[in-house]
């Protein structure tokens, strides 16, 4: 498998909260759940208990600007239990920036790696420039850990941090082939979850043609990443300073 194969192939030595967008309708991902940050976007009418309570009829249709949604109380983490689903729920649309969900979970499927370097190439900085992607200002040879580049990918939604995660994490010889295994680490695990609208040509959201999924399959895909710690610990935050300088001593600093 190369000179990447697992276990070796790591060798090389910021507030917006990240988001489950149900598609038209963004609702923040909180320690506490999904649920309790996407209860929040429902607007009640007067006819609302006078104990504050919503009516069957608000819980049956609540007023959201799209069609595109799926509420999922998620606390118990255990199984899914839809609350409320649009009309549109399970239409596959682009899924953008919220493919980074994803691309963390495939991360976090190696806990043992997070501590690793991996170092910051050019080809990274070009990409964002060429394809006019979110950045979490990483400079060529930059050293950081993995879990160090999951924060500069999720809080100010790096793609130069995703690239690196993906190509530090997928297997082949050639960075092409590495990114094109990670990817199908992606859809791999959208199967395992039986997210069946979705499908990921991209490890960030910018699509190659074929990158989308359903405001179901995002709200399920939240819940399980909201069971990983690294994930849940990293989102509530609103900014972030590294713990610990990159090894060439650069010390970041998102919001």
Do not use: C
Request: charged share 20%.
């Amino acid at each position: 498998m190369g000179s990447h194969a697992r276990p070796n192939r790591i060798h090389r030595t910021g507030a917006r909260l990240a988001t489950v967008a149900l598609v038209g309708a963004v609702l923040p991902i909180t320690a506490g759940g999904l649920a309790e940050a996407a209860t929040s976007t429902v607007t009640h009418s007067a006819d609302d208990r006078s104990d504050g309570a919503p009516t069957t009829r608000d819980q049956a249709a609540p007023d959201v600007a799209t069609d595109n949604v799926f509420l999922l109380d998620a606390r118990d983490g255990s199984q899914e239990r839809a609350m409320w689903a649009g009309t549109k729920a399970d239409d596959s649309v682009s899924m953008a920036s919220t493919t980074k969900i994803m691309t963390a979970l495939v991360v976090l499927q190696h806990p043992e790696w997070l501590d690793r370097q991996i170092t910051v190439k050019q080809e990274y900085r070009d990409y964002v420039t060429e394809n006019g992607a979110s950045t979490a200002d990483l400079q060529t040879g930059d050293k950081l850990t993995a879990r160090q580049l999951l924060h500069a990918m999720l809080i100010p939604s790096g793609g130069d941090a995703a690239m690196a995660l993906a190509d530090s994490f997928g297997v082949g010889d050639t960075q092409e082939a590495r990114l094109a295994d990670f990817e199908n680490q992606m859809n791999v695990q959208a199967q395992q979850l039986s997210l069946t609208g979705t499908h990921f040509d991209s490890f960030d959201g910018i699509s190659h043609g074929d990158n989308r999924s359903t405001a179901r399959d995002l709200a399920k895909l939240g819940q399980r990443a909201m069971l990983k710690p690294v994930f849940a610990d990293i989102v509530k935050l609103q900014q972030f300073e590294t713990e610990a300088p990159a090894a060439n001593g650069r010390t970041r600093y998102y919001t």
